[in-house]
T-cell receptor, first 113, second 109 residues
């Protein structure tokens, strides 16, 4: 089944403790992206990647890192999480970055206390 | 500033009627416009894409129009069913993807 898999689904952590949210897609998509979704603010792009070893900032990149060493994986790293990073996170992929629908993962609900 | 506005936070309609959702944008020149469905706590699901040179697109009970002069897209669900209840998001590619905040549709039996 074609899908984007995110893990974990839920995560509660403490301020400052480094964490990684994994994202993997099995569709050989070139484009991958991370979004956060907050009430009243909608989906906001954190980082995106046009292909392996190519990443770029979205609208809200502060406090996040990403890497794209393989085509299928695009992990999101929070080096020192803070409470304002409590949110619902989605990974998405697309054949290319333009003109195709995105396939989203099921989401990761992160709480930073 | 750039804005994407979906004109209703919530829309309630009776089963069998046509639901019409609106997406207006300012200071964008999108090459593509997309519509997604999102259920609570789940990831958005792609429904339809329409290109800037297309006026209308259909898929089963769904119809999307795109008016680049008015800077507006309309999303219609005909013969609506309670299972259509969800939040619907519009998204613009210009060239990065930007999403509206969504309209929560409730279809009552």
């Amino acid at each position: 089944e074609a899908q984007v898999t995110q893990n974990p689904r839920y995560l509660i952590t403490v301020t400052g403790k480094k964490l990684t949210v994994t994202c993997s897609q099995n569709m050989n998509h070139e484009y991958m992206s991370w979004y956060r979704q907050d009430p009243g603010l909608g989906l906001r792009q954190i980082y995106y990647s046009m292909n392996v070893e190519v990443t770029d900032k979205g609208d809200v990149p502060e406090g996040y890192k990403v890497s794209r060493k393989e085509k299928r994986n695009f992990p999101l790293i929070l080096e020192s999480p803070s409470p304002n990073q409590t949110s619902l996170y989605f990974c998405a992929s697309s054949i290319t970055g333009e003109g195709y629908g995105y396939t989203f993962g099921s989401g990761t609900r992160l709480t930073v206390v | 500033s750039q804005k994407i506005e979906q004109n209703s936070e919530a829309l309630n309609i009776q089963e069998g009627k046509t639901a019409t959702l609106t997406c207006n944008y300012t200071n964008y020149s999108p090459a593509y416009l997309q519509w997604y469905r999102q259920d609570p706590g789940r990831g958005p699901v792609f429904l339809l894409l329409i290109r800037e040179n297309e006026k209308e697109k259909r898929k089963e009970r769904l119809k999307v129009t795109f008016d680049t002069t008015l800077k507006q897209s309309l999303f219609h669900i005909t013969a609506s069913q309670p299972a259509d209840s969800a939040t619907y998001l519009c998204a613009l590619e210009s060239p990065d993807m930007r999403f509206g905040a969504g309209t929560r549709l409730t279809v009552k039996p």
